[in-house]
């Protein structure tokens, strides 16, 4: 496996994005000082990007999750790490580098309810969305991409190129 050569999406349009971004989550969550909740470990980047374009005083908490293919029939999700903050009546935005079968989205948010929150919404830099198993759509998209597997701007392989400041095809 190795990477293309040239990006699929360059460090510039996901720069553009990250603000026009920043600026609907500004719009839509004024006053209301969200929770942005992290998914490590793929959204840091992504995370630290987006939280300096916002005018809106945040809070930044973090998550863990994991995916299985044990001996169910489809990979089920594990939280690995929760965050020590209550969630209880605030407006979490869950920070995600990629919604691709979606089961992580749905883990989280399955999570994330039984401290109830004010709202949830996620809001991921892609949307794979031919591959999504479970019933989640993002409510805000950098860029949806077609099956492809990418890496970069901290989408890893193996464990590998999070630090591309660009997003690759691996082919
Ligand atoms: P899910 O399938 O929506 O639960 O996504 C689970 C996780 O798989 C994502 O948060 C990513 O970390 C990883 N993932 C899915 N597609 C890709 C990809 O194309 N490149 C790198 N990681 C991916």
Redo the contacts with the bound molecule.
Sequence with gaps: MKISERPLIATAAIQERIHELAAQIDKDYKGKHPVLLI?LS?AFFFAADLARQLHETVQIEFIRAQ?YSGTQPGPT?RITSAPEASMTNRHVILI??????????TAIIKHLQTQRPASIAVCALLD?PS?RAANSTPDYVGFTIEN????GFG???DGLYRQLPAIYVMT
């Design positions: 998914t793929g995916s999700v995600e580098d990629i919604v691709d079968t979606g089961r992580t989205a794979k591959r492809h597997f990418v890496v989408l890893d392989y």
